[in-house]
């Protein structure tokens, strides 16, 4: 019988990040540190570790302000301000609290986010896992297809080959080709001027691909339009590698580090406390407790019956209310000393020749 496959849930560390800074108001620990995005970030995490039963789950980061790109564009993402003053503090925390959920937090110097994301789903793929992006970023629309989904936290509705056809006019195996002719202002990726997205995914459609539109440009009928292709092909050639995702980066951890934890009291309930996020804590604490309870329960009943078949011999040797099993061998006294343990607790006496048991020598042991 087949084995069922496996979900893999990858989240977009940086998409968790700005939602949850722009939807709160500001917050601050008695420090002074700011902690708004860390609440927002924390909290969103921690349902989504509750709610879904994947058996493995990463949250993928964005290791810095440049990657592979810049060297390809040196105007690649040039434009984008930095982040708000009070957000920079969290970006430390906002890690801390991901490994406070028990969850890997995953980044890679060179590499973009979405680029890890890729390559992690391409191998969860080829091995037969179902995999979901936990992101509603237009970028990674690309990857959807077979077993690769993607997951809107905020609206929670999956995205699939239709949504994504809806958001561009053509299927996902077509984005990068719509994307490049497009281009992207949030990124700065030129794409070729005065064709947006409708536009692009006609001329997609039309054509098959990029590379067969470039080299048939000069077949369109507007004047404007054939006259940007031919002149900025080039640049949609490169638009096309900058929107393109690598499915190829070197992994920091390997895929099997991102098995399902369970969530640690004595890992998260401080980090909560410290950051005195206090609704969360008293949530948490509730949670925990009652898992903890609920485990010791299951854990007893599974118990009961193996120890009842493990109980020593029933008492002989019965003098008026009185009870007793009278230990002449090693195989008895094993037997009670295991149901000493499963108790876990043990009263003695000692029996010896004097009234006074410190001076008296040890004859028995009750």
């Avoid at 700065?188 to 470039?214: H, Q, S």
């Avoid at 996020?277 to 309870?293: G, H, P, Q």
């Amino acid at each position: 019988m087949a084995s069922k496959p496996n979900d893999v849930y990858l989240v977009d560390g940086s998409g968790y990040i700005f939602r949850a800074f722009h939807a709160l108001p500001p917050m601050t620990r008695s420090d002074g540190t700011p902690t708004n995005a860390v609440y927002g970030f924390t909290n969103m995490l921690l349902r989504l570790v509750e709610d879904t039963d994947a058996e493995f789950i990463a949250v993928i980061f964005d290791a810095g302000h440049k990657s592979f790109r810049n060297e390809m564009y040196a105007d690649y993402k040039a434009h984008r301000p930095p982040p708000p003053p009070e957000l920079v503090p969290q970006f430390a925390l906002i890690r801390e609290a991901t490994l406070a959920c028990n969850v890997p937090a995953v980044e890679l110097a060179g590499y973009e986010a979405d680029d890890l994301i890729a390559t992690y789903a391409k191998l969860a793929d080829a091995r037969g896992d179902h995999v979901t992006i936990v992101s509603s970023d237009k970028d990674l629309m690309q990857l959807v297809g077979g077993k690769i989904a993607m997951l809107d936290p905020i609206k929670n509705k999956r995205i699939g080959e239709a949504e994504v056809r809806e958001k561009f006019g053509v299927g996902p195996d077509k984005v990068v080709d719509v994307q490049a002719l497009a281009g992207d202002s949030t990124d700065n990726v030129p794409g070729v001027p005065g064709i947006g997205v409708k536009t692009a995914a006609e001329l997609i459609t039309t054509y098959g691909d990029l590379d067969t539109l470039l080299a048939r440009a000069g077949e369109i009928k507007q004047p404007k339009r054939r006259e940007a292709l031919i002149a900025n092909a080039a640049l949609a050639r490169t638009s096309r590698d900058l929107v393109r995702l690598r499915d190829d980066a070197p992994l920091p951890l390997p895929l099997e580090a991102f098995t399902r934890r369970e969530l640690l009291a004595d890992v998260l309930l401080p980090f909560l406390s410290h950051n005195q996020f206090r609704s969360t804590l008293a949530r948490m604490e509730a949670k925990l407790a009652k898992a903890a309870s609920q485990a010791l329960k299951a854990t007893e009943a599974a118990a009961a019956p193996a120890a009842a078949l493990r109980e020593p011999p029933a008492p002989t040797g019965l003098q008026g209310a009185h009870a007793y099993v009278l230990v002449q061998d090693l195989a008895a006294l094993d037997e009670w000393i295991a149901g000493a343990r499963r108790g876990g607790f043990v009263a003695f006496d000692t029996e010896t020749t004097s009234v006074d048991p410190m001076r008296g020598e040890l004859v028995g042991v009750s």
